[in-house]
Every structure is written in structure tokens, then in C-alpha cells.
């Protein structure tokens, strides 16, 4: 899918002589320039069952495509979507990519599965998803204007009663490894779930006939953790600290006070606690312990999160709709051509050992009468 006035995409696909089963699809002239909106303009062409959404520097798992098929053959039809489990590439190109891989393995290989066990709403990756073609276009597809078209996919399809699951299978893809880079991309996917929650918040009486009181009282949640967690975490964090500065540990005089102190100290160490758990827990199951060391920096990435997610607020007031790209094709490091090398180096090596095992073989000259 390119931009009717995307001369130079145009041309560059067309010099790859792409094979047939490729096929160049042109967006008509229109508002807004958005990945959502060339979505939906493809979702009108689509001849099969399912559908698959990759990032173009994805490298999806051999198998994903015939696992999700076979899944959905599986699955009630209530289950409209299956994300798959994404996963870091470049992790050793900077601390921002190590950290950035510790953050991506908490939550596609803890919280999702656990929100997809329960029945919730789970956060979509924007790709690799699987869907079913006809639930996408019963539901009108996505919302062109959110520039984080899967978190308001997420949600809707929960709204109006499917369900998400979570597909064992890993799509490893790109981390931006500045900076600059890495606010960008993380400014657009705040302003997306700014633009997700006013959705949400347009007609609450609805909300709730949908989702039920405890449907609405998860989706506050989330939209608490989402939008305004990141915001506070500054101002709260430095309160925190001034009141540990000036007053010291908390020293109840009375029930009260003591009750104060605990549910304090209770916030305070559970929520830390939970998300040094969370990453802990992914980095083993994405065997990434390898960077412990990098836990305690999850303090300041927390901040530059808060410090993206004030710049998306500006972008939402003064720009809602404009989409901050995000430049790929840059990474240093891959732990996929790591693996394909040491595969590679291994059955050389193999080979290698069988021609010196046989080698005294070959070379022994046959015996004459």
C-alpha cells in the first residue's frame, strides 16, 4: 500500500520485480495519511478467511501463519484476533533497546496471557495480528484518525463481544536505538491511547451496557496505567521523594496515621515490586536474564515514557492526527542472524568433523590382487 504521490516508493517496489503474488496497492488521494487508513482500504480487497498484519521489518516465526489458521479452526468464533508474541531483534544495539526488549518481554510474555486467560482486553501490538476478515468488516475495520490503530481495535472488538488471544509463537522486530527515535515512536502510541480513552469516554451509559460495571472498571484501569499513570509518575515520584527528604520514614502515632503508613508503603512496595516481577518473569521466559543489570534503569525509562507522554499531549492539542514515522533498517546488532550464523557455523563444523572421521577412508587406496 503506497500514497498516490509516493513517486519514489512506487519506483523502488517497481525495480524489485516483485513475484505475482505480491501486489502493489495505491491509496487514493485523501485525509488522513494514516497506516489505518490504508488498512481499511486494503481490508476492501481481501479474497480470504483471515487476515495478518506485519510491520515491514518483521521477521515473523516460520510457522505463524498455519499456526493461526489452525488455531482460529479451533477457536469459537467469538475469537477475532490471536497476537502474537513479539520479541526485541537489535536487543544489544544500546541500553535504550536492552531496556526497550526487558519491557517488550513483560508484556507479550506475561501480561498478555494473562489478560488473554482472563478474558480481558489485551493491549495489540499493531502487528502481527490475526484476524477473522469477516469480524474486521463487520465492525467497519479501524478508526483511521487514532495514530494507535490497535489500541482502539483492542478494545472495540472486547466492546462488542469477541475476543483476543495470544498466539504462542514470536515475531521479532526492530527497536529504534536513539534517542531522538525512541520518543517519537513512543509520543505517537501515548497520543493513540489519549485518542482511545475520549472514545471511550464519549458515552459512558453506553460503555457500560456493553462491558458490564467490571468490564467499565477494568477498562478505568487500564486507561489509568495508559494515559494518566505516565503523566503523574513525575510529580508523583518527586513528592515521594521531597516527603522522604524533609520527614523521613513514615512514624504513625495513631490508627490512623497507621493506616496511612501501611496502604503508603503497600503502594509503594508492590507497585515497585510488581513491575521489577513482571520483568523479571519475561526476561526468564524470553531468556533475557542476561540483563539484570539493567533493571534499576527502568526508573529513569519509566520517566522518559512520562516525558513522552507530555509531548503526545501537546501533539493531541495541536496536531492530533499527524503521524510521527519511525525510521527502520537501522539496527546494529540482530539476534535472529546471530542464531542463523551459529546454526550455520555449527553444521559447518559438523561437517568438517565427518570429512576428518572418514577422511583416512577415502584416502585408503584399494587392494590389488
Known amino acids: 500500500m503506497i500514497e498516490e504521490d509516493d513517486e519514489s516508493t512506487r519506483q523502488a517496489l517497481e525495480?524489485?520485480?516483485?513475484?505475482?503474488i505480491y501486489e502493489i496497492v495505491v491509496a487514493p488521494h485523501g485525509w488522513p495519511r494514516t497506516k489505518p487508513r490504508a488498512l481499511n482500504i486494503a481490508l476492501s480487497l481481501v479474497a480470504g478467511a483471515y487476515v495478518a498484519i506485519f510491520d515491514a521489518e518483521d521477521i515473523p516465526a516460520p510457522r505463524q501463519l498455519r499456526d493461526a489458521a489452525e488455531r482460529f479452526l479451533r477457536?469459537?468464533?467469538?475469537?477475532?484476533?490471536?497476537?502474537?508474541q513479539l520479541a526485541i531483534d537489535n536487543v544489544e544495539d544500546s541500553w535504550l533497546t536492552r531496556l526497550f526488549a526487558i519491557e517488550y518481554a513483560g508484556l507479550f510474555d506475561v501480561l498478555t496471557h494473562g489478560l488473554a486467560g482472563l478474558r480481558l482486553p489485551i493491549p495489540l501490538?499493531?502487528?502481527?495480528?490475526?484476524?477473522?476478515?469477516?469480524?474486521?468488516?463487520?465492525?467497519?475495520?479501524?478508526?483511521?484518525?487514532?495514530v494507535t490503530e490497535d489500541a482502539d481495535l483492542g478494545l472495540r472488538l472486547n466492546r462488542l463481544g469477541y475476543h483476543s488471544e495470544t498466539l504462542v509463537s514470536t515475531t521479532s522486530e526492530e527497536a529504534p536505538a536513539e534517542l531522538?527515535?525512541?520518543?517519537?515512536?513512543?509520543?505517537r502510541?501515548?497520543?493513540?491511547?489519549?485518542?482511545?480513552?475520549?472514545?471511550?469516554?464519549?458515552n459512558p451509559a453506553a460503555l457500560r451496557r456493553e462491558v458490564g460495571w467490571s468490564g467499565v472498571a477494568v477498562y478505568a484501569l487500564m486507561m489509568i496505567n495508559l494515559?494518566?499513570?505516565?503523566?503523574l509518575w513525575p510529580l508523583l515520584t518527586g513528592v515521594t521523594i521531597l516527603d522522604l527528604a524533609r520527614f523521613g520514614a513514615p512514624r504513625p502515632d495513631g490508627i490512623v496515621s497507621a493506616v496511612a503508613a501501611t496502604l503508603w508503603l503497600s503502594v509503594a512496595a508492590f507497585g515497585a515490586g510488581s513491575i521489577v516481577w513482571i520483568a523479571l518473569l519475561g526476561m526468564?521466559?524470553?531468556?533475557?536474564l542476561r540483563l539484570w543489570l539493567f533493571l534499576p534503569l527502568l526508573a529513569p525509562y519509566y520517566l522518559l515514557i512520562s516525558a513522552a507522554s507530555w509531548?503526545?499531549?501537546?501533539?493531541?492539542?495541536?496536531?492530533?492526527f499527524h503521524w510521527h514515522k519511525t525510521e527502520h533498517g537501522l539496527a546494529r546488532s540482530s539476534w535472529n542472524k546471530s542464531q542463523a550464523l551459529a546454526v550455520a557455523t555449527a553444521r559447518l563444523g559438523a561437517r568438517k568433523r565427518t570429512d576428518l572421521q572418514f577422511a583416512p577412508l577415502r584416502r585408503r587406496r584399494p587392494a590389488t590382487s
Do not use: E
Open 15 to 20: 525495480a524489485l520485480d516483485l513475484p505475482p
Open 125 to 146: 501490538g499493531g502487528t502481527s495480528n490475526h484476524f477473522r476478515t469477516d469480524v474486521l468488516r463487520q465492525i467497519c475495520g479501524w478508526d483511521p484518525w487514532n
Open 227 to 231: 494515559v494518566v499513570g505516565p503523566l
Open 311 to 320: 509531548a503526545a499531549l501537546y501533539d493531541l492539542i495541536m496536531r492530533p
Open 189 to 202: 502510541w501515548s497520543k493513540g491511547w489519549m485518542q482511545t480513552f475520549i472514545t471511550l469516554s464519549r
Open 180 to 187: 531522538k527515535a525512541w520518543l517519537t515512536q513512543r509520543r
Open 75 to 84: 477457536a469459537p468464533p467469538q475469537t477475532a484476533c490471536l497476537q502474537a
Open 284 to 288: 526468564k521466559r524470553r531468556k533475557l
